[in-house]
């Protein structure tokens, strides 16, 4: 069974710093994706990094980067310079065939 | 804007009652998802479309059914609704299926559903 454990609940951070989300996975497949979404008070799901697993390379879209150890099944998202635009809930999501299986949520919330 | 379109927003039911939820994309995806939303729950998966004219359980299938009208549409209909549905539920689509360059769903904004 694949399964996706967000362990932290809850987060806060200073505006400006970086904090780091968590998020491990289980899978027996070799060939998967993973994705981190954003869902801001408004409800919209927004992808914010994808990660293919056979990509060695961490993904990084501008303050947002990855650290993917796939030996370990880790696959954390860093925040960095955070903004108050980051409050949001956020959903680790491992994809393997045609089906996404999604963690239970980080809520983030960014203190001025 | 292209994207995926849900409708409605919000609705409240009584027990019993009936009602279709409607999700339509432009963006000429072949896979389309319905999943519900629960507090510490995440998302779970209801149903999905993996292409125009299939359908598949997921999940949390029961009480629910869909349709895959066409390509661009798919509905999900409660046929007699319960509190347990109270959630919000959430369409989306992605334009490939597994092997292919994948760039995950596009969601719709929700639709928050309340039974009473």
């Known amino acids: 069974a694949q399964t996706v454990t967000q362990s932290q609940p809850e987060m806060s951070v200073q505006e400006a710093e970086t904090v780091t989300l968590s998020c491990t996975y289980d899978?027996?497949?070799?060939?998967?994706?993973l994705f981190w979404y954003k869902q801001p008070p408004s409800r919209q799901m927004i992808l914010v990094i994808r990660?293919?697993?056979?990509?060695?390379q961490n993904a990084t879209e501008n303050r947002f980067s990855v650290n993917f150890q796939k030996a370990a099944k880790s696959f954390s998202l860093k925040i960095s310079d955070s903004q108050l635009g980051d409050t949001a809930m956020y959903f680790c999501?491992?994809?393997?065939?045609?089906?996404?299986?999604f963690g239970t949520g980080t809520s983030l919330t960014v203190i001025p | 804007n292209a994207g995926v379109t849900q409708t409605p927003k919000f609705q409240v039911l009584k027990t019993g009652q009936s009602m279709t939820l409607q999700c339509a994309q432009d963006?000429?995806?072949?896979?389309m998802y319905w999943y519900r939303q629960d507090p510490g729950m995440g998302l779970r998966l209801i149903y999905y479309?993996?292409?125009?004219?299939?359908?598949d359980k997921g999940e949390v299938p029961n009480g629910y059914n869909v349709s895959r009208l066409n390509k661009r549409e798919f509905s999900l209909r409660l046929e007699s609704a319960a509190p347990s549905q109270t959630s919000v539920y959430f369409c989306?689509?992605?334009?490939?299926?597994?092997?292919?360059?994948?760039?995950?769903?596009?969601f719709g904004s929700g639709t928050r559903l309340t039974v009473v």
């Open positions: 989306a689509s992605s334009e490939a299926s597994f092997g292919t360059a994948f760039y995950g769903y596009t």
């Open positions: 899978t027996s497949e070799n060939n998967y994706y």
């Open positions: 990660q293919e697993a056979y990509k060695q």
């Open positions: 999501a491992f994809m393997a065939g045609n089906q996404f299986y």
């Open positions: 963006m000429n995806h072949n896979s």
């Open positions: 479309s993996a292409s125009e004219g299939t359908t």
